[in-house]
């Protein structure tokens, strides 16, 4: 069955249910939408022909979000790539979030992020606030598509979350490596500490006061859906500046 017909049974499927999964997302087994159409634009979608009929898009695509815990076809592609053992949590402690996201082509498409089931509810709301207002989202895909390369993942500008990984220039756990913390819009949004400037396509972004589409600023509509979910924002840090960061620290036992 091609990915476009699989998205197009789930919309209509679960598009009557769509308000309070969203608001409450529920653990469902095994995922609903194909790990492979991540990215993949919605069918059937004409927002001018929209428009000249009155057609709220919000109505017609509203924001569908999917938590379910990781499928074996999903721990499979993640063994020994964004997972492997020693990583400080197990596979069982994450979840699939599958969902809609705003696109830079003014389009919604599906993405998935990989996050630790404690902050799964969180995650929804903050994005499902973003996809409410708009913000273009380039692509929302987990970094095992890159190999695991946090690097790879940054130069195609990809929003993701868990990867099992040592804290950029430094030894010890990420707190990526928790499933608790989410890097959106990677060039829009880079890691800049002094003259260093990851990825280097985000040079250009370095510069916070050209607001273009995609950037986190303070105060904004990201930052503050993320503050409400408790998440700390790696552009407020001192020492160094991580703009697409977002995370909440695991807690002490």
Known sequence: M????????????????TTA???????????????????????????????????????????????????????????????????????SDLRAVDMTYWGFDKRPHWGRLIVHHDVSASVVRAFKAMYTARFPIRRMEPVDRYGGSDDASMLADNTSAFNCRAKTGGTTFSIHSYGRAIDINTVENPYVKGALVLPSTGAPFADRTNIRPG????????????????FDWGGRWTSLKDYQHFEIVPPTN
Do not use: K, Y
């Not at 017909?5 to 789930?10: T, V």
């Open 2 to 17: 091609r990915p476009t017909f699989r998205l197009a049974l789930a919309l209509a499927f679960t598009t009557i249910a």
């Open 21 to 91: 999964l969203a608001d409450t997302p529920e653990e469902h087994g095994q995922p609903v939408l194909d790990p492979s159409a991540a990215g993949t634009s919605l069918p059937t979608l004409d927002l001018e022909a929209d428009a000249e009929r009155g057609i709220d898009i919000n109505v017609r695509f509203p924001f569908l979000a999917f938590v379910h815990t990781i499928d074996p076809w999903t721990e499979q592609s993640m063994m020994n790539v964004s997972w492997h053992p020693g990583c400080p949590v197990p596979i």
């Open 215 to 230: 950037m986190i600023l303070e105060g904004d509509l990201v930052t503050r859906a993320f503050d409400l979910e408790g």
